[in-house]
């Protein structure tokens, strides 16, 4: 047998029109395109992807630990959540409703409120303690004095360094402006960024990952939080994780946390140490779920 002498190992990087351009670990860059078995097998190589290849062409696509469809990326380990203070007014359920998506998607998130300068001085220390109680549960959060000012950038761009990142975030909650903060040796105008941060509405969609700050962003921003959650209601709380912490103290195993005696997150709920607006949240997805009608289809 022919010994594949040529068989290098890499990230891809973009992927455009059926080509897939790839960064081996050297820093060198290669257009391939997929070999046609790659059909055949069900399996669309995608950005993020450790891919083998040769000569042009990708021979293999090496496991993934997670893959996206909106944006089509794989591997991907953290979103940057980006939620508006207000214009759009901030809404504790979109931004709870994000989290859960992720924590389901094993995406680590990091919240980051933009628009903090639109903000009533009357309404800052409202938001301080929103922020103070999301960095309680666990989630990096970041609540710029000034609209992206150094210090939060820092924090960001720290924060980017050896993952694949995707942006999140509702219509004007400002991805594009705090990607072109983030980078501005990308030179990008505020247009062009709009294109980079293509709508998927093009029949050839050019997915890429730049490389910000020592890590890599997805050019493409992340999945609505609007998609029906594959969640079992009994699981629903696991997503929580405040709500998981607590649950070793409710007196029944299994407990849902909505009527059960003895139960340690609704006491949370009562001393203040959970946040009353994550649980009401969690009731409406609870109810929700519970309220879907099944899928007989498939
Ligand atoms: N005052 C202020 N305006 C901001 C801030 N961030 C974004 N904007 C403005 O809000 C508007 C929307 O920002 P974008 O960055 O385009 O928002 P986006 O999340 O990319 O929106 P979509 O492209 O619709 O998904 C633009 O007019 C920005 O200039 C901010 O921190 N402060
Ligand atoms: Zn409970």
């Known amino acids: 047998m022919e010994r594949d002498e040529h068989l290098a190992e890499g990230q891809i990087r973009q992927s455009l029109s059926g080509f897939y351009d790839v960064v081996d670990d050297a820093g060198n860059e290669y257009r391939t395109r ?9 399996i669309t190589p995608l950005v993020g992807d450790r891919v083998e290849f040769k000569e042009g062409y990708l021979l293999a696509v090496l496991p993934r630990r997670n893959a996206l469809v909106r944006p089509p ?52 220390q409202e938001f301080e303690t929103l922020a103070a109680n999301y960095r309680k549960i666990g989630y990096v959060t ?4 000034r609209a992206f000012d150094d210090a939060s950038l820092t924090l960001i761009r720290q ?83 405040e709500f998981a912490a607590a649950s070793v103290h409710c007196r029944f195993r299994g407990c849902v946390h909505v009527n059960e005696p003895g139960c340690a997150v609704k006491a949370g709920v009562a001393d203040g140490t959970i946040m009353q607006s994550r649980y009401d949240n969690y009731l409406l997805l609870y109810q929700g779920i519970k309220n879907q009608k099944p899928n007989y289809k498939k």
């Open 142 to 145: 970041v609540l710029p004095d």
């Open 73 to 124: 990326v794989a591997n991907v380990d953290q979103a940057i959540v980006a939620s508006a203070v207000v214009s759009p007014e901030f809404s504790a359920n979109l931004l709870d409703r994000q989290l859960l998506a992720l924590e389901i998607a094993g995406i680590q998130p990091v919240i980051y409120f933009t628009k903090t300068d639109l903000l009533p001085i009357e309404r800052h």
């Open 159 to 241: 924060q980017l360094a050896e993952k694949i990142s995707v942006f999140m975030g509702q219509t004007g909650a400002g991805k594009s402006t705090l990607l072109n903060h983030l980078a501005p040796e990308l030179n990008l105008a505020t247009g062009e960024i709009s294109s980079a941060l293509n709508r998927g509405k093009h029949t050839t969609r050019r997915v890429s990952l730049l490389a910000i700050a020592d890590g890599l962003v997805a050019d493409t921003p992340g999945f609505s939080s609007y998609e029906a959650f594959n969640v079992d209601a009994k699981a629903l709380g696991s997503y929580f994780p």
């Open 34 to 42: 997929a070999r046609g078995n790659f059909r055949s097998r069900k």
